[in-house]
């Protein structure tokens, strides 16, 4: 499995950024409360805790030794789509045929059970 990963420098001004949304946050809820609109202080401070925790999140994601990844990348061995099964298709379009596969060298269609290619006796 291969991830892809976020670079340091996009991280750490993520989370500068976040912080920066957080103070706007709670500059925001302090105006909110002194122009007596209180049913608006709930809203500011949960638009401050998730800005800081995303700050947090992103902060610890560029300093830290092993990264977490925002995608994965998988081969179909390693981890299958469930939506193939699903749905009978294969990563193209075209409908699955469940046991049939192609020899890599000469093209033909082969049983999944096959070891060797029938027409070119190539191993699969």
Same mark, same amino acid.
């Given at each position: 499995?291969?991830?892809?990963? $976020? #670079?340091?420098?996009?991280?750490?001004?993520? #989370?500068?950024?976040?912080?920066?949304?957080? !103070?706007?946050?709670?500059?925001?809820?302090?105006?909110?409360?002194?122009?007596?609109?209180?049913?608006?202080?709930?809203?500011?401070?949960?638009?401050?805790?998730?800005?800081?925790?995303?700050?947090?999140?992103?902060?610890?994601?560029?300093?830290?030794?092993?990264?977490?990844?925002?995608?994965?990348?998988?081969?179909?061995?390693?981890? $299958?789509? $469930? !939506?193939?099964?699903?749905?009978?298709?294969?990563?193209? #379009?075209? $409908?699955?045929?469940?046991?049939?596969?192609?020899?890599?060298?000469?093209?033909?269609?082969?049983?999944?059970?096959?070891?060797?290619?029938?027409?070119? #006796?190539?191993?699969?």
């Amino acid at each position: 499995m291969k991830s892809i990963k $976020p #670079g340091r420098g996009p991280m750490m001004m993520g #989370g500068i950024s976040n912080l920066l949304v957080a !103070l706007f946050g709670v500059f925001w809820t302090i105006t909110v409360a002194t122009m007596g609109a209180y049913i608006m202080i709930p809203f500011g401070l949960i638009f401050v805790a998730l800005a800081g925790v995303r700050a947090v999140y992103a902060f610890r994601n560029a300093t830290a030794k092993n990264r977490h990844s925002s995608f994965d990348i998988v081969d179909a061995k390693e981890e $299958p789509d $469930p !939506l193939n099964k699903r749905f009978e298709s294969s990563a193209n #379009g075209a $409908p699955e045929q469940v046991g049939v596969r192609y020899c890599p060298s000469c093209g033909a269609k082969v049983d999944h059970d096959d070891r060797f290619c029938s027409n070119c #006796g190539n191993e699969l």
